[in-house]
């Protein structure tokens, strides 16, 4: 873990507002089931929401799974740790993207590998 205690709390941070994007956008399409929400919102809509249907809806949600294995990285202090090669992930890559899990290269990696599939999904035989 390379990643400073300020440096963790603005992670941190971060992804919470993440998360309290995902919720909000949540009431939006959902208004009848979340229709206490009186306009009030000061951050405690989290224990109005319906319990199922939160869950459901996340349940498929991917980009909140990966703000959970981000927390859950940042908790373990392997947040800066690549989980593909174990390189540090610089600060300022997790600045801009808080839910990032591989460094530059291993993501660079994977995202060619899956631009060669999108080009030639029949390969020559
Ligand atoms: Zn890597």
Request: contains cysteine.
């Amino acid at each position: 873990m390379h990643l400073t205690l300020a440096q963790q709390a603005l992670l941190k941070s971060k992804l919470d507002a993440m998360k309290q994007d995902i919720q909000a956008e949540l009431r939006q399409h959902n208004p009848q089931q979340f229709a206490q929400d009186g306009g009030a919102g000061d951050g405690v809509v989290t224990d109005v929401l319906h319990h199922d249907a939160m869950s459901q809806y996340l349940h498929h949600h991917a980009e909140w799974q990966a703000l959970q294995r981000a927390q859950a990285r940042l908790s373990e202090n392997i947040a800066d740790i690549c989980r593909e090669c174990g390189a540090p992930i610089p600060f300022a890559r997790l600045e801009v993207e808080p839910t990032a899990e591989r460094c530059i290269q291993c993501q660079a990696a994977i995202e060619s590998d899956d631009q060669r599939l999108h080009l030639h999904p029949h390969s020559s035989m």
